[in-house]
């Protein structure tokens, strides 16, 4: 790739913040970048209950022309329809842009804004289901590249994907470097980071671990 690509980084209260953060991180190495988080309005984004405020630096309004566009997740796929300003903004920019990029649930948000009707997706796997209502091809991957479109599954997906992109656009050197200056080398304390390894006893635990959290998005 050559000259300065711009990126947009979409946040919005109640997303989740490692969505947005982990492929900020990576993307940001890239060489003649220029990044930005954006929102409905500048200012001061309050993720979901646990993390941290960001600031976003400009509004869509003022964002017509994004090269790539990194949409994290957040709640659950019914809340993410009242983003109605972000899925317009998507709708209208998307078309233009050489990559959309969601994390997590944020394939909802593409969802939403008619960006997935016939293509491949994925999203987490707890909510992988619901993407066939919007016309979707569901996968369970880590990763799903259609061409425009760049999904990745739960949250820790988002680096993953955020490294193939990497390789994609900028070439395998760049990518391993900055797998290497993050040192991204996982080595998870157990064995349950799927549905499959984890083992149905785990995977039962997961919606009353949830639930709580859930109920503080809501209020």
Excluded at 17 to 43: C, F, K, N, Q, R
Excluded at 88 to 93: D, E, K, N, P, S
Excluded at 184 to 207: C, L, Q, R
């Amino acid at each position: 790739m050559t000259g300065k690509l711009s990126v947009a980084f979409v946040a919005y209260d109640g997303m989740t913040l490692l969505d947005l953060v982990g492929p900020y991180e990576i993307l940001t190495l890239w060489p003649d970048i220029s990044a930005s988080v954006v929102a409905e309005h500048p200012g001061p984004v309050v993720p979901d209950s646990r993390a941290m405020p960001i600031l976003a630096q400009a509004s869509f309004a003022e964002t017509l022309a994004p090269d790539i566009i990194v949409v994290p997740g957040g709640p659950t796929a019914e809340e993410a329809s009242r983003q109605r300003a972000l899925h317009r903004w998507l709708a209208q920019v998307a078309p233009r842009a050489t990559c959309v990029f969601s994390v997590c649930t944020g394939a909802f948000h593409l969802a939403e804004a008619g960006l997935l009707r016939g293509r491949r997706a994925t999203t987490h796997w707890a909510m992988l289901d619901q993407l066939e209502r919007f016309g979707a091809q569901a996968r369970v991957a880590r990763w799903v590249d259609d061409g425009a479109i760049l999904t990745a599954a739960g949250v820790s997906a988002g680096l993953d994907a955020a490294l193939y992109l990497t390789s994609r656009m900028q070439g395998d050197a760049l990518a391993k470097a900055i797998q290497l200056m993050i040192e991204y080398d996982p080595a998870p304390p157990f064995n349950a980071g799927s549905t499959i390894s984890a083992g149905e006893d785990v995977v039962g635990t997961v919606g009353p671990l949830l639930a709580p959290a859930m109920a503080r998005r809501r209020t």
